[in-house]
């Protein structure tokens, strides 16, 4: 599972810790996630897709060979 | 066993509940957030883990007190009090080594280096004391081969809490303190 969360954060003029800050998460889990290390739930992830506002098939992206 | 050794053992397990309980309090009042869905998730890896090393750990234990007491010509024991009492000190350093290493794969240095290491070093350095009245008595009567055994298994904790704690120091520099 690839994401666009860094780059939609960026996007939105956000630090990793400010995102953690409105998601109620650690600033770690936002910094796993944006490097692929940690998929999140999805509750999290309608949460972000909220807060993005943005269909959550953008923010995530499946991927075949995983 | 002297009671008075069996006392301070248990109260050295209840002491290094009680304190890695505070610290864990501490850090949650502290940081609120910290007990989010992925902590929970690197927690329960970690619960899993140490009970699979707790349980081998316990086992071997077993199998060379076993094998000390049979080479003494000494009757050989199912279960004793001392495999017991190793399995649940081993379960407590486990638990700690096996959420540092969790903790340490899921995030690198910077997770445990910026909020972790103390209440992990505060159990670890809590649980010692569970062998103070251990050491200071000198060896356990008949069980030496199992004081030996339990020994082993500080050294070489604390020496795999240094290393990790080395290598997070070094990677938490080299990412430049660690913040985004």
Known sequence: MRNRIRELREAAGLTQEELAKRLKVTRQTVHAIENDKYNPTLALAFKMARLFQQPIEELFIYTEEE | ?180
């Open chain 2, 1 to 180: 066993m002297p009671v008075a050794m069996f006392a301070g053992m248990i109260t050295g397990i209840l002491f290094a509940g009680l304190v890695g309980l505070v610290a864990s309090r501490v850090n949650q009042r502290r940081n609120p957030e910290a007990e989010d869905e992925r902590m929970a998730m690197v927690k329960a890896q970690a619960g899993s883990t140490a009970l699979r090393i707790a349980g081998g750990v316990a086992f071997i234990g077993w199998v060379a007190d076993n094998l000390l007491a049979y080479s003494r010509g000494e009757a050989i024991q199912t279960i004793t009090p001392w495999s017991i009492m190793l399995l649940a000190i081993v379960a407590i350093y486990d638990l700690s080594l096996a959420y540092f290493l969790h903790q340490y794969s899921a995030d690198g240095g910077e997770e445990v280096t910026k909020k972790d290491v103390a209440s992990t070093a505060l159990t670890a350095a809590a649980t010692l004391l569970v062998f103070i009245p251990m050491i200071a008595h000198g060896e356990f009567r008949g069980d030496r081969g199992l004081y030996y055994v339990m020994i082993g298994t500080i050294v070489l904790q604390v020496a795999a809490v240094l290393w990790l704690l080395f290598k997070a120091r070094r990677s938490f520099r080299s990412a430049g303190g660690g913040h985004a």
